[in-house]
Nanobody, 123 residues
Framework: QVQLVESGGGLVQTGGSLKLSCAAS????????MGWFRQAPGKEREFVAA????????FYADSVKGRFTISRDNTKKTVYLQMISLKPEETAIYYC????????????????WGQGTLVTVSS
């Protein structure tokens, strides 16, 4: 089992950057693939990015390719989401999640979730 706590959200202007962190507790972090999702007000939760167990493989939603970078540090039990060139429509609560399967875009395949961190992009 793993517990996840996101941080790093906040208010940023259009075109700005932000780096989210997700700290995990538990001894098995390195055995989980990780993902980031987001949910905007009134919308369904959507996949953003995923990283495999080692951090060597990544997978992105088309909408964020080239602007977002997911990474992880297993020694710190932390996964990151670096975001640049942010857009107002990317205002959402961002969640990290853990899965036993890598590169999954379906939220149902993630067993553990954090509480989320709010990112607000002002226009």
């Amino acid at each position: 089992q793993v517990q996840l706590v996101e941080s790093g959200g906040g208010l940023v202007q259009t075109g700005g950057s932000l780096k989210l962190s997700c700290a995990a507790s538990g001894r098995t972090f390195s055995t989980y693939a990780m993902g980031w999702f987001r949910q905007a007000p009134g919308k369904e939760r959507e996949f953003v990015a995923a990283v495999d167990w080692s951090g060597g493989g990544t997978f992105y939603a088309d909408s964020v390719k080239g602007r977002f970078t997911i990474s992880r540090d297993n020694t710190k039990k932390t996964v990151y989401l670096q975001m640049i060139s942010l857009k107002p429509e990317e205002t959402a609560i961002y969640y990290c999640a853990a899965s036993i399967h890598p590169y999954r875009a379906n939220a149902d395949e993630y067993a553990y979730w954090g509480q989320g961190t709010l990112v607000t992009v002002s226009s």
